[in-house]
């Protein structure tokens, strides 16, 4: 065997697999958007196919699952092609998890809420494996076994131990208020502080917060946690918590959208009306304005 042929067989081997073969990946955390960068995805594959095999796992049932590449298969799809070049690895259900995570974070729009559970899952797969983490991460007195593997994981990943385990505690966020946080309307301290609250303390806040058309501070965050543990933390607490005025709160106009939709143009969508109303208000000022200078 010359050194050309010995190069060849260290080259991953590509098969051209049938996408009704393939399944996502159990409990994929990530998303597969519909946006621009997908249709831009979606004409490469048509012009070039794909340049970059997709990752898959051989599964007992004799089918495949994506480790990496979901948003490459569905570009496929959507393109109209019959198969997708991918590479075959022998991997454990673990050993996916973790390719699986470390590969999607290479994104450059990962969600809070995708982070979360990512992140969730490859810490309970690098438990699950029992690897060695006093010898490979600082040692710390009085470390629980949890805490060392979210230091394994974040040196990974390029986060500290403590920030992964602040994403994993999103994860225990009601669905409504998580979609909040990856909206940017809560930031990511007082929706840690949240996610100790149980269930239907955190269903009771979000009428509390529409009420008070805000979002919980830091601070208030950390006074409904408070409240919880001792067990009082009733509808009308979290009502009187959310309604307190803010040290550095602005006053808020409020304006019922039905007083002020006959002035509003059909064209303009209803989250744009604070704009619209704006520039009324900016026109409405010129207008006085010369009105004054022509008096004078």
């Given at each position: 065997?010359?050194d050309?042929?010995?190069q060849?067989n260290?080259l991953?081997?590509?098969?051209?697999?049938p996408?009704?073969?393939?399944?996502?990946?159990?409990d994929?955390?990530?998303?597969?958007?519909?946006?621009?960068?997908m249709?831009?995805?979606?004409?490469?594959?048509k012009?070039r196919g794909?340049?970059?095999?997709?990752?898959l796992?051989k599964?007992?049932?004799?089918?495949y699952?994506?480790?990496?590449?979901?948003?490459?298969k569905?570009?496929c799809?959507?393109?109209g092609?019959?198969?997708?070049?991918?590479?075959?690895k022998?991997?454990?259900?673990?050993?996916a998890?973790?390719?699986?995570?470390e590969s999607?974070?290479q994104?450059?729009?990962?969600?809070?809420?995708?982070?979360?559970?990512?992140?969730?899952?490859?810490l309970?797969?690098?438990?699950?494996?029992?690897?060695?983490?006093d010898?490979t991460?600082?040692?710390?007195?009085g470390?629980?076994?949890n805490?060392?593997?979210?230091?394994l994981?974040?040196?990974?990943?390029?986060?500290?131990?403590?920030?992964?385990?602040r994403?994993i505690?999103?994860?225990s966020?009601?669905?409504?208020l998580?979609?909040m946080?990856?909206?940017g309307?809560?930031?990511m301290?007082?929706?840690?502080e949240?996610?100790y609250?149980n269930?239907?303390e955190?269903?009771d806040?979000?009428?509390?917060?529409?009420?008070a058309?805000?979002?919980?501070?830091?601070?208030?965050a950390i006074?409904?946690?408070?409240?919880?543990q001792?067990g009082?933390?009733t509808?009308e607490?979290?009502?009187?918590?959310?309604?307190?005025?803010k040290?550095?709160?602005?006053?808020?106009?409020?304006?019922?959208?039905?007083?002020?939709?006959r002035y509003i143009?059909?064209s303009v969508p209803?989250?744009?009306?604070?704009d619209?109303i704006?520039?009324?208000?900016?026109y409405?000022h010129?207008?006085?304005?010369?009105q004054?200078?022509?008096?004078?």
């Amino acid at each position: 065997m010359n050194d050309k042929e010995r190069q060849e067989n260290r080259l991953p081997k590509i098969f051209n697999i049938p996408l009704t073969e393939i399944d996502d990946f159990p409990d994929h955390p990530f998303q597969v958007r519909m946006d621009e960068d997908m249709d831009q995805l979606v004409e490469s594959v048509k012009s070039r196919g794909i340049i970059t095999p997709i990752t898959l796992r051989k599964k007992d049932d004799g089918r495949y699952e994506i480790v990496s590449g979901h948003r490459r298969k569905k570009a496929c799809e959507l393109a109209g092609l019959e198969t997708v070049p991918a590479e075959i690895k022998e991997l454990t259900r673990d050993e996916a998890i973790i390719l699986m995570v470390e590969s999607n974070l290479q994104r450059s729009v990962i969600l809070p809420s995708e982070k979360a559970f990512a992140y969730k899952m490859k810490l309970e797969a690098v438990k699950r494996q029992g690897q060695r983490t006093d010898l490979t991460s600082t040692p710390v007195a009085g470390k629980s076994r949890n805490a060392e593997s979210a230091d394994l994981v974040g040196e990974t990943l390029g986060e500290s131990g403590d920030q992964v385990r602040r994403y994993i505690r999103l994860t225990s966020l009601e669905p409504e208020l998580l979609q909040m946080v990856d909206e940017g309307k809560i930031a990511m301290r007082p929706a840690v502080e949240l996610s100790y609250l149980n269930d239907i303390e955190q269903q009771d806040l979000v009428p509390a917060m529409e009420l008070a058309d805000a979002t919980p501070s830091h601070a208030q965050a950390i006074k409904m946690r408070k409240f919880s543990q001792e067990g009082k933390l009733t509808p009308e607490v979290i009502e009187s918590i959310m309604c307190e005025e803010k040290p550095n709160q602005k006053e808020k106009i409020s304006i019922p959208y039905a007083s002020v939709k006959r002035y509003i143009p059909n064209s303009v969508p209803p989250e744009k009306t604070g704009d619209f109303i704006l520039k009324a208000l900016e026109y409405y000022h010129r207008h006085l304005e010369r009105q004054r200078n022509d008096a004078r």
